[in-house]
């Protein structure tokens, strides 16, 4: 007797062939991280003239700005006797190494050294193409040939007056794939965030998930349901139901957006039917096993309001402290249990396994 595979059927065993049984092919915690990207080495404010020490990718790097005001990021060591050049000082536009007074110029090369009437040639220190784009400082870790600005993630909304944002930060001990995948995983939110972002009927609710150009973009729609209270208790409109539509995208290595869209179909005399939200994620692996994290959450009403703002500040607040908080159990599970474990996956992982698909298809070119 023949038989015909029910769509449900279909959705597994296509999910199935792309399911990580060879765990070699998607990205995990011990995958090389990816250089070639353009990462946030801060916020453009903590950059200025007292030297910031801070680790990008196993690297660790010194930063500070000109008296110009250009920001500059070089390798966090003397290349005489390893002594940490954030220890060191600014004078004018030199950065003097605190051990034996070596002073390099904002290109990395040193310009004079006390204890030698002529500089050797071969003392100067690594320097990192850096930009400041809007309210974040980003770097660039990778082949400084291929260090195109015009690579830099487009993040308009942060600088836009018209779109009111809040933010804070973290530092995580986690690796970003993990984070890459808890971000685009949009099924934990009812119960790892049920009092914020998650409402059972979105967890729920069918989503599409496809690649474009080595981003990952997942889309869901919901309709006539409750907003969730970080949308709803803002804008007032807890009262109602509403259509609800979003998009989350893997960017790249270092960003991950989310934009979402709540339309009311009867809105109260004198407010708006649309609301729309702008999530912005920017982390940069310090190591294989700790993140730099920044959140920025935009909305496109009321700007300034003081009440929103302290809402939406806490709320997602304590929804990211959350995430942060799995994150930091989970990782420590994987490194100190004895025993190994393959982790299952099923069909509405497939967007996170996309999103290792990529990362590791990525680091594996620049292995290559």
């Known amino acids: ?13 296509i999910f199935a062939a792309m399911a990580p049984h060879d765990a070699g092919s998607f990205a995990n915690n011990r995958t090389p991280l990816i250089r070639n990207c353009w990462y946030a080495a801060g916020r453009a404010s903590e950059i200025c003239r007292a030297p910031l020490a801070r680790k990008f990718l196993g690297v660790d790097v010194v930063l500070y700005r000109t008296e110009n005001g250009d920001p500059v990021a070089m390798r966090n060591r003397c290349p005489h006797r390893s002594f940490p050049l954030a220890r060191g000082k600014l004078v004018g536009d030199r950065l003097v190494c605190g051990y ?8 990395g090369v040193c310009a004079h050294m006390p204890a030698l009437p002529h500089v050797p040639a071969t003392a100067s220190v690594k320097t990192f193409p850096i930009v400041d784009r809007g309210p974040l400082a980003w770097i660039w870790m990778g082949s400084p040939d291929l260090a195109d600005e015009a690579l ?3 993040t308009f909304w942060l600088s ?34 049920p009092d914020t972002v998650g409402t059972p009927e979105y967890a729920r ?26 949308y709803g208790k803002p804008a007032n409109i807890m009262h109602k139901l509403v259509d609800r539509t979003s998009e989350a995208r893997f960017v790249s290595p270092a960003l991950h957006t989310a934009y979402a869209r709540v339309s009311v179909a009867d809105p109260d005399p004198g407010e708006p039917s649309l609301y729309r939200y702008n999530i912005t994620h920017v982390f940069t692996p310090e190591t294989n096993d700790s993140i730099h994290y920044w ?20 709320a997602h607040t304590q929804a990211y402290s959350e995430d942060v908080e799995a994150l930091e159990w989970i990782n420590e599970v994987v490194r100190t249990d004895g025993e190994e474990q393959f982790d299952l996956s099923f069909a509405p992982d497939k967007p996170g396994l996309m999103a290792r698909r990529v990362m590791y298809r990525l680091a594996m070119a620049e292995q290559g």
């Open 205 to 230: 609710s069918k989503l599409t998930a496809s690649t474009e150009n080595n981003q990952v973009v997942i889309r869901r729609e919901l309709r006539n349901a409750p907003p969730p209270g970080v």
């Open 1 to 13: 007797m023949v038989t015909t595979a029910s769509p449900q059927q279909k959705e597994h065993d």
């Open 100 to 107: 034996h007074g070596m002073e390099f110029g904002s290109d």
């Open 295 to 314: 959140w920025f959450n935009s909305r496109d009403y009321l700007p300034g309001d003081a009440a929103i703002d302290t809402f939406m500040l806490e």
């Open 152 to 154: 830099i993630p487009d």
């Open 160 to 193: 836009d007056p018209a779109w009111g944002t809040v933010s804070g930060d973290f530092h995580i001990k986690s690796d970003y794939v993990a984070m890459h995948e808890n971000l685009i995983d949009q099924t934990h939110f009812p119960f790892l965030h």
